[in-house]
């Protein structure tokens, strides 16, 4: 069955770096795109970065544009986030999805930003 395992969150000050991995199993990782979402306490899930299945084509939300990278490793099947400058606001609990897989999701990673 597909499984989601996300990884590496934690509490890091403001403008420190964190970088997540999400460790995918149970489909054909190299044919899905991956997306990376967030979601804030009192918040809706938010879309935040996404890589086509080859990793050639990324994009990203306004919002983190320029300070977090995603990536993926298709021999490994994982795709990570690597998050620099972060903000207090950056707060939220990280999952990673696979595009047009279906409602699939892991239990998420913890990234707490201090000020």
């Known amino acids: 069955q597909v499984q989601l395992v996300e990884s590496g969150g934690g509490l890091v000050q403001a403008g420190g770096s964190l970088r997540l991995s999400c460790a995918a199993s149970?489909?054909?990782?190299?044919?899905?795109?991956m997306s990376w979402y967030r979601q804030a306490p009192g918040k809706e899930r938010e879309l935040i970065a996404r890589?086509?299945?080859?990793?050639?084509?990324?994009t990203y939300a306004e919002s983190v544009k320029g300070r977090f990278t995603i990536s993926r490793d298709n021999a490994k099947n994982t795709v990570y986030l690597q998050m620099n400058s972060l903000k207090p606001e950056d707060t939220a609990v990280y999952y990673c999805?696979?595009?047009?897989?279906?409602?699939?999701w892991g239990q998420g990673t913890q990234v707490t930003v201090s000020s």
């Open positions: 999805n696979g595009v047009l897989l279906g409602d699939y």
């Open positions: 149970g489909f054909t990782f190299s044919m899905y795109a």
């Open positions: 890589i086509n299945n080859v990793g050639g084509f990324t």
